[in-house]
């Protein structure tokens, strides 16, 4: 049962949650999407997200308070992109990112300003697995 709007609906959200409260396994995703599990609950669903600093505040709160998170082994982070939130697709690896060369491109940007070297990136980008 969700614990927000007090229904049984089949499903409970078992996603990352920020909040004072322990709220993992029993929101459903209806209260995540519409809002009101954050506004009950103060909660953030994609940790606090900042990137983009050409996206509206309220194209970051719908991210941020609206918008399921998914766990990674780094601390995710939720993408911008002309102004809007990205859509999470599904994982990716080297075999997928090969048919989008933008996306790789900007990779061995981001790569590069860790100070690494050009085959120590490509060697990462090659070992990527979805």
Known sequence: MCICCRRECGYTYRGPVYAA????????????????A???????????????????????????RRTPGFAAWQEPQWFFHCGDGAAFLGLAGAAELSAHPDA???????????????????????????
């Open 38 to 64: 954050a506004d009950r609950f103060d909660a953030r669903f994609t940790g606090g997200t900042g990137l983009g600093e050409d996206v509206p505040h309220e194209v970051l709160e719908a991210v941020d």
């Open 104 to 130: 790789l491109e900007m990779l061995r940007r981001e790569t590069t300003g860790w100070g690494w070297q050009v085959d120590q990136v490509e060697d990462h980008l090659g070992s990527l697995d979805k």
């Open 21 to 36: 409260e322990r709220l993992n396994g029993h929101l459903c995703p209806w209260c995540i999407a519409d809002g009101s």
